[in-house]
């Protein structure tokens, strides 16, 4: 599908990838920084912990949001094949594993289990 588009899917997949990449990078760095000021300041290093693991957890469930989307233009507009599709459909289980898991441990709720209790509210 490369020839009848040209590159640019390939492009718009890499700069995608890149963000993602970015996104979890800026989001560890700024967490890492600001916990390093809240140390400095004498807050509590436990409470500093929690906030740097919200952080960095947020910041790697929205990082890992663009790469599936990269990964998915990459496989239907670049390489659509049997074993891309297949190997996109591990990478985005693993993803949808890992965000499942990263929520459970930020909010210690299922994300059903928010909406549900945000609407009774």
Request: charged share 15%; aromatic share 8%.
């Given at each position: 599908?490369?020839?009848?588009?040209?590159?640019?899917?390939?492009?718009?997949?890499?700069?995608?990838?890149?963000?993602?990449?970015?996104?979890?990078?800026?989001?560890?760095?700024?967490s890492?920084?600001?916990?390093?000021?809240?140390l400095?300041?004498?807050?509590?290093?436990?409470?500093?912990?929690?906030e740097?693991?919200?952080r960095?957890?947020?910041?790697?469930l929205?990082?890992?949001?663009?790469?599936?989307a990269?990964?998915?233009?990459?496989?239907?507009a670049?390489?659509?094949?049997f074993?891309?599709?297949?190997?996109?459909?591990?990478?985005?289980?693993?993803?949808?594993?890992l965000?499942?898991?990263l929520?459970?441990?930020?909010t210690?709720?299922?994300?059903?289990?928010?909406?549900?209790?945000?609407?009774?509210?």
């Amino acid at each position: 599908m490369t020839g009848l588009l040209g590159n640019w899917p390939e492009w718009c997949a890499v700069a995608i990838e890149m963000l993602g990449i970015g996104i979890i990078t800026v989001i560890a760095v700024y967490s890492l920084v600001h916990g390093m000021i809240r140390l400095l300041k004498g807050d509590s290093p436990r409470s500093i912990q929690q906030e740097i693991r919200q952080r960095l957890g947020r910041g790697i469930l929205l990082g890992l949001e663009f790469l599936i989307a990269a990964d998915i233009i990459h496989t239907v507009a670049v390489e659509l094949t049997f074993t891309t599709v297949g190997v996109l459909a591990l990478v985005v289980l693993i993803r949808t594993f890992l965000s499942f898991t990263l929520e459970v441990e930020l909010t210690g709720k299922w994300p059903w289990q928010l909406r549900r209790s945000e609407t009774a509210e």
